[in-house]
């Protein structure tokens, strides 16, 4: 069953330098209990993506055109003020970027998240605590620690909190950017465990946001490559992690290091990512392709559909 | 050509404007500072009134605005708008000249005080902190009565009070600069403390010691005025303080010769504010808050 | 493996910062604390050789790259190069030594000064140690570094470059000196991860060519299986192991170097999932655990592990480690 339907999607954003054209024509697709992961380098339109589906775009940033569709629900042309009561954290929620870092130092940890939940939900307070400390057993923090303030808690700690945070309202969707990117190796390792095991017992569905491929292919279940500001490749993780099509795709794959592989010397794409202002004509990829013909300059490539739920958007699949 | 040393120019200057130009304050401010300077500047061929005590028509002393006068005269006959012209030359040569100087002063102690931390560090802050805590003004007639008043020992008075914001603001700058790694880059390559300090930090301070300069301007006038009106100024220059002075003492207040007080007035004001302004205008535009990425 | 293969010589390298302690605490108790950031560090890197320091936040990496370049004043220990000890130099020397010591940053926002132009970055070295003919050095460095046409950069800022290019002007600025040496902090993690392969390969590329070799400080142990030859994994200050880095990806004995490889992800998503297999965070540098610092966290802790700090010994030939098991 569709959970989100994003459609077309066009978000813009206003500079003194002219129109950054973060994302451009992206559509995406996610079923109940997915796990999606979506990545690429930084300027690629990731963030601004999932800052359009929660309608939290900053002021100069405004969705042009296009459907965002949540569980039947027309995200885009709904009021701030259902936005918030009906959807905002208890339908969709969000774990940011140096999230741990946003917790407030002068609140304990769980009047933060009981503060959270009765914003939303008409409950007592105590039933409210109740609720912290069954969330803080789910992620695996002793539940007499949600007394404590945020310095008290270390960065595991406070990652796992914000998850909580996340979870308070048993929410359908929960959107997170870069959640591990800040941690050391092993409490990374930790979190990510810990994120497998809420989606299966939750039965949660979760965007992933990183440039980090192999987080990805540790958690998600389905993967979206994205190329300034479009999606390149999307589709289950086996198929676009093991046999990726698109030009951008092979390339970031097979220079990702792991540490399984043979050791080896990388082959890097070469060039760089370019300018949104101004962004290359036909396929933005083009100037950085070792296959480009002369169609990739002058056409911007329709995304078709490869084989069941595989999509990608090149020239030279259109054949 | 993105590659010449004076296309460069052009785009730092195009870029500078174009941040300038955001701030209303800043062009409020830059305009008022223009109308002064050129006043000030050109004073001689806007008017042919004399201002020497004895280039005044005496039976024309005391007289409200009119067409021949256009803001009255002074106690011995003088055009009070060309006191004021004039007035602006020293009020502002002062001004600018004692927040270099302060300027001078200040980014010295900030930077040393910043850069080599350590005992250096704490004993220019303990001055500083000393300097900071003596009530300005009071400190500031002491020193004018002691060393008598003329120009250069009123630019003295004023700058030896007024360079330890300067050297707060440097030092906090240079402290945070410190840790950043391309000062220790400097090092690394076998850079000299005066190298790094001369070439690295300097240049990345220098916008804000300007800002802060011209916000000393404002202060420094301000100081300017207060001395002369309290009688401590140079009695042979004519500056706006001076006016106000001489208003003053010819009982202008209960006599309400209004012209002799509100004109001096409103000029001190607004070149402070003025200064101000833009201070403030470019100090936005130099903060470093959001590093372009 | 004589002495001649050996660049520079680590030797008990310590570095101990002293906790600023409020006025009643330091009445209160008589003992001075420190954090130990690096403790008795010895090892050595070859002519030619890319050695990867490795370990997370806090492990001392980064302190120990930057004491070996004389940049931080050492507690006590010994750098050797090439026979000289670097840490007993005078001015001079130093300056000398700078010649043939280089460093290249993590953070390419940070390490190039916002207010100089790539040009004078670059020759700033040349500068300082009066050497001639500028332009052209400057032109040829900046080749070197793959930023071509070289002209084009020269009266840029920073802020107009990418960080990829940004960290390529760090690398010319590095080499115009024709270093021996070079100590990398972390130089790919802050960037974009198609541009990070093109900047290791130019490093491999700079080693081959002009025989430099590497300090190559990480977190990222599968970036370090590709680069470099040897590794050490740096705990609380120590370093715990040591091997060639096949040996010790494929070969691991010590328990921390064992659980920081299951816990890296692989970008296969059908092979095993990263694991953590330790539980808990680093502990508080200030109060370290007794006796082996890892005693905390390890599956197979001892009596004697919370006693007694383990020596570091070679269990196999180039393969060292410290700890109570063997």
């Given at each position: 069953?569709?959970?989100?339907?994003?459609?077309?999607?066009?978000?813009?954003?206003?500079?003194?330098?002219?129109?950054?054209?973060?994302?451009?024509?992206?559509?995406?697709?996610?079923?109940?209990?997915?796990?999606?992961?979506?990545?690429?380098?930084?300027?690629c339109g990731k963030t601004t993506t999932m800052l359009s589906i929660m309608r939290l775009l900053p002021s100069n940033g405004k969705i042009i055109?296009?459907?965002?569709?949540?569980?039947?629900?027309?995200?885009?042309?709904?009021?701030?003020?259902?936005?918030?009561?009906?959807?905002?954290?208890?339908?969709?929620?969000?774990?940011?970027?140096?999230?741990?870092?946003?917790?407030?130092?002068?609140?304990?940890?769980?009047?933060?998240?009981?503060?959270?939940?009765?914003?939303?939900?008409?409950?007592?307070?105590?039933?409210?605590?109740?609720?912290?400390?069954?969330?803080?057993?789910?992620?695996?923090?002793?539940?007499?620690?949600?007394?404590?303030?945020?310095?008290?808690?270390?960065?595991?700690?406070?990652?796992?909190?914000?998850?909580?945070?996340?979870?308070?309202?048993?929410?359908?969707?929960?959107?997170?950017?870069?959640?591990?990117?800040?941690?050391?190796?092993?409490?990374?390792?930790?979190?990510?465990?810990?994120?497998?095991?809420?989606?299966?017992?939750?039965?949660?569905?979760?965007?992933?946001?990183?440039?980090?491929?192999?987080?990805?292919?540790?958690?998600?279940?389905?993967?979206?490559?994205?190329?300034?500001?479009?999606?390149?490749?999307?589709?289950?993780?086996?198929?676009?992690?093991?046999?990726?099509?698109?030009?951008?795709?092979?390339?970031?794959?097979?220079?990702?290091?792991?540490?399984?592989?043979?050791?080896?010397?990388?082959?890097?794409?070469?060039?760089?990512?370019?300018?949104?202002?101004?962004?290359?004509?036909?396929?933005?990829?083009?100037?950085?392709?070792?296959?480009?013909?002369?169609?990739?300059?002058?056409?911007?490539?329709?995304?078709?559909?490869?084989?069941?739920?595989?999509?990608?958007?090149?020239?030279?699949?259109?054949? | 050509?993105?590659?010449?040393?004076?296309?460069?120019?052009?785009?730092?200057?195009?870029?500078?404007?174009?941040?300038?130009?955001?701030?209303?304050?800043?062009?409020?401010?830059?305009?008022?500072?223009?109308?002064?300077?050129?006043?000030?500047?050109?004073?001689?061929?806007?008017?042919?009134?004399?201002?020497?005590?004895?280039?005044?028509?005496?039976?024309?002393?005391?007289?409200?605005?009119?067409?021949?006068?256009?803001?009255?005269?002074?106690?011995?006959?003088?055009?009070?708008?060309?006191?004021?012209?004039?007035?602006?030359?020293?009020?502002?040569?002062?001004?600018?000249?004692?927040?270099?100087?302060?300027?001078?002063?200040?980014?010295?102690?900030?930077?040393?005080?910043?850069?080599?931390?350590?005992?250096?560090?704490?004993?220019?802050?303990?001055?500083?902190?000393?300097?900071?805590?003596?009530?300005?003004?009071?400190?500031?007639?002491?020193?004018?009565?002691?060393?008598?008043?003329?120009?250069?020992?009123?630019?003295?008075?004023?700058?030896?009070?007024?360079?330890?914001?300067?050297?707060?603001?440097?030092?906090?700058?240079?402290?945070?600069?410190?840790?950043?790694?391309?000062?220790?880059?400097?090092?690394?390559?076998?850079?000299?403390?005066?190298?790094?300090?001369?070439?690295?930090?300097?240049?990345?301070?220098?916008?804000?010691?300007?800002?802060?300069?011209?916000?000393?301007?404002?202060?420094?006038?301000?100081?300017?005025?207060?001395?002369?009106?309290?009688?401590?100024?140079?009695?042979?220059?004519?500056?706006?303080?001076?006016?106000?002075?001489?208003?003053?003492?010819?009982?202008?207040?209960?006599?309400?010769?209004?012209?002799?007080?509100?004109?001096?007035?409103?000029?001190?004001?607004?070149?402070?504010?003025?200064?101000?302004?833009?201070?403030?205008?470019?100090?936005?535009?130099?903060?470093?808050?959001?590093?372009?990425? | 493996?004589?002495?001649?293969?050996?660049?520079?010589?680590?030797?008990?390298?310590?570095?101990?910062?002293?906790?600023?302690?409020?006025?009643?605490?330091?009445?209160?108790?008589?003992?001075?604390?420190?954090?130990?950031?690096?403790?008795?560090?010895?090892?050595?890197?070859?002519?030619?050789?890319?050695?990867?320091?490795?370990?997370?936040?806090?492990?001392?990496?980064?302190?120990?790259?930057?004491?070996?370049?004389?940049?931080?004043?050492?507690?006590?220990?010994?750098?050797?190069?090439?026979?000289?000890?670097?840490?007993?130099?005078?001015?001079?020397?130093?300056?000398?030594?700078?010649?043939?010591?280089?460093?290249?940053?993590?953070?390419?926002?940070?390490?190039?000064?916002?207010?100089?132009?790539?040009?004078?970055?670059?020759?700033?070295?040349?500068?300082?140690?009066?050497?001639?003919?500028?332009?052209?050095?400057?032109?040829?460095?900046?080749?070197?570094?793959?930023?071509?046409?070289?002209?084009?950069?020269?009266?840029?800022?920073?802020?107009?470059?990418?960080?990829?290019?940004?960290?390529?002007?760090?690398?010319?600025?590095?080499?115009?000196?024709?270093?021996?040496?070079?100590?990398?902090?972390?130089?790919?993690?802050?960037?974009?991860?198609?541009?990070?392969?093109?900047?290791?390969?130019?490093?491999?590329?700079?080693?081959?060519?002009?025989?430099?070799?590497?300090?190559?400080?990480?977190?990222?142990?599968?970036?370090?299986?590709?680069?470099?030859?040897?590794?050490?994994?740096?705990?609380?200050?120590?370093?715990?192991?040591?091997?060639?880095?096949?040996?010790?990806?494929?070969?691991?004995?010590?328990?921390?170097?064992?659980?920081?490889?299951?816990?890296?992800?692989?970008?296969?998503?059908?092979?095993?999932?990263?694991?953590?297999?330790?539980?808990?965070?680093?502990?508080?540098?200030?109060?370290?655990?007794?006796?082996?610092?890892?005693?905390?966290?390890?599956?197979?802790?001892?009596?004697?592990?919370?006693?007694?700090?383990?020596?570091?010994?070679?269990?196999?030939?180039?393969?060292?480690?410290?700890?109570?098991?063997?």
């Open positions: 069953m569709t959970l989100l339907e994003v459609e077309n999607l066009h978000t813009y954003f206003e500079t003194r330098e002219g129109t950054v054209k973060a994302v451009d024509d992206v559509s995406l697709k996610m079923e109940r209990g997915d796990s999606l992961g979506l990545a690429g380098e930084s300027g055109s296009g459907k965002i569709n949540f569980d039947g629900i027309d995200m885009v042309s709904l009021d701030e003020d259902e936005l918030r009561r009906k959807i905002r954290w208890k339908r969709m929620s969000m774990v940011f970027q140096g999230a741990m870092n946003a917790l407030n130092p002068v609140f304990r940890v769980g009047d933060q998240i009981v503060q959270a939940i009765v914003s939303h939900e008409n409950i007592e307070k105590e039933k409210a605590w109740a609720r912290v400390e069954e969330l803080f057993q789910l992620v695996g923090i002793d539940p007499n620690r949600a007394k404590d303030y945020p310095h008290e808690f270390s960065g595991g700690m406070k990652q796992r909190a914000v998850i909580a945070l996340s979870l308070a309202l048993n929410p359908d969707l929960v959107i997170a950017d870069e959640p591990v990117t800040a941690l050391d190796v092993i409490v990374q390792a930790q979190i990510l465990e810990l994120v497998r095991e809420l989606i299966n017992k939750l039965n949660i569905s979760m965007i992933l946001i990183t440039h980090d491929l192999s987080v990805i292919a540790d958690t998600c279940n389905k993967a979206a490559i994205m190329y300034a500001g479009k999606i390149v490749e999307q589709g289950d993780i086996m198929t676009i992690f093991k046999s990726p099509e698109h030009p951008y795709s092979q390339g970031l794959l097979t220079n990702y290091p792991s540490i399984k592989s043979e050791r080896m010397r990388f082959t890097p794409i070469s060039g760089r990512p370019p300018n949104l202002i101004n962004p290359p004509s036909g396929c933005r990829f083009h100037p950085r392709c070792p296959f480009a013909m002369e169609v990739c300059s002058k056409k911007v490539p329709e995304t078709i559909e490869l084989e069941r739920g595989h999509y990608i958007a090149c020239h030279l699949k259109t054949n | 050509m993105a590659g010449t040393k004076t296309a460069l120019y052009k785009r730092r200057i195009r870029d500078f404007i174009l941040q300038y130009k955001e701030s209303k304050l800043g062009i409020v401010g830059l305009f008022i500072l223009v109308f002064f300077i050129f006043v000030a500047t050109f004073a001689n061929n806007l008017s042919d009134h004399s201002i020497k005590p004895t280039g005044g028509i005496l039976k024309d002393r005391f007289k409200p605005p009119s067409s021949k006068y256009i803001l009255g005269t002074d106690d011995v006959g003088r055009d009070i708008a060309t006191l004021i012209m004039y007035g602006g030359r020293i009020s502002l040569l002062i001004g600018f000249l004692a927040a270099i100087i302060s300027g001078g002063i200040g980014t010295i102690v900030g930077l040393t005080a910043g850069y080599f931390g350590g005992w250096k560090e704490d004993l220019l802050m303990r001055i500083t902190d000393i300097v900071l805590v003596i009530p300005g003004l009071p400190l500031m007639l002491v020193l004018a009565s002691l060393l008598g008043s003329n120009f250069w020992n009123i630019i003295f008075v004023i700058s030896v009070i007024g360079w330890t914001g300067t050297a707060r603001v440097v030092r906090a700058q240079v402290l945070s600069l410190k840790e950043r790694a391309f000062i220790e880059s400097s090092k690394a390559i076998g850079a000299s403390d005066l190298r790094i300090i001369g070439y690295h930090l300097l240049p990345n301070v220098f916008p804000l010691i300007v800002a802060q300069m011209i916000l000393g301007v404002g202060g420094a006038i301000l100081s300017e005025a207060a001395l002369s009106f309290l009688g401590l100024g140079d009695p042979s220059s004519v500056s706006w303080g001076m006016i106000l002075h001489w208003a003053f003492a010819v009982g202008s207040l209960s006599s309400n010769y209004w012209w002799f007080i509100i004109p001096p007035g409103i000029c001190i004001t607004l070149v402070s504010l003025g200064f101000t302004f833009v201070g403030f205008a470019l100090d936005q535009i130099v903060n470093p808050r959001i590093r372009r990425r | 493996m004589s002495s001649k293969d050996k660049l520079v010589v680590i030797e008990n390298l310590k570095k101990y910062y002293p906790v600023r302690m409020g006025l009643l605490q330091s009445l209160r108790s008589k003992e001075r604390l420190f954090v130990k950031a690096v403790d008795e560090v010895s090892f050595h890197i070859k002519n030619g050789e890319i050695y990867g320091l490795a370990g997370e936040s806090g492990c001392g990496k980064t302190t120990t790259g930057k004491l070996i370049l004389n940049l931080i004043t050492s507690t006590s220990g010994k750098v050797m190069f090439k026979g000289e000890d670097i840490l007993s130099l005078k001015k001079g020397g130093i300056k000398e030594f700078r010649k043939r010591a280089q460093i290249i940053y993590q953070d390419p926002y940070e390490s190039l000064d916002p207010r100089m132009t790539i040009f004078d970055f670059v020759s700033e070295p040349l500068i300082v140690h009066n050497i001639g003919d500028i332009e052209k050095r400057v032109e040829e460095a900046l080749e070197t570094a793959e930023l071509t046409p070289p002209r084009e950069f020269f009266y840029r800022f920073p802020h107009e470059l990418s960080g990829g290019q940004r960290q390529r002007v760090a690398i010319a600025r590095a080499m115009i000196l024709n270093p021996e040496f070079i100590v990398a902090d972390e130089p790919v993690s802050m960037l974009d991860v198609s541009i990070r392969t093109s900047i290791l390969n130019l490093m491999m590329r700079l080693r081959d060519e002009f025989d430099i070799s590497y300090l190559y400080i990480t977190h990222d142990l599968a970036t370090a299986k590709h680069i470099c030859d040897r590794i050490g994994i740096m705990y609380l200050g120590k370093i715990v192991e040591e091997a060639e880095v096949e040996e010790l990806i494929d070969n691991a004995l010590h328990p921390y170097t064992q659980a920081l490889i299951a816990a890296v992800p692989d970008p296969d998503p059908s092979v095993e999932k990263s694991k953590a297999i330790i539980k808990g965070e680093i502990p508080d540098p200030i109060h370290l655990p007794t006796g082996c610092r890892f005693h905390t966290r390890c599956h197979y802790m001892k009596d004697i592990c919370m006693k007694v700090e383990p020596e570091i010994k070679e269990v196999s030939e180039g393969h060292r480690i410290a700890c109570h098991l063997y």
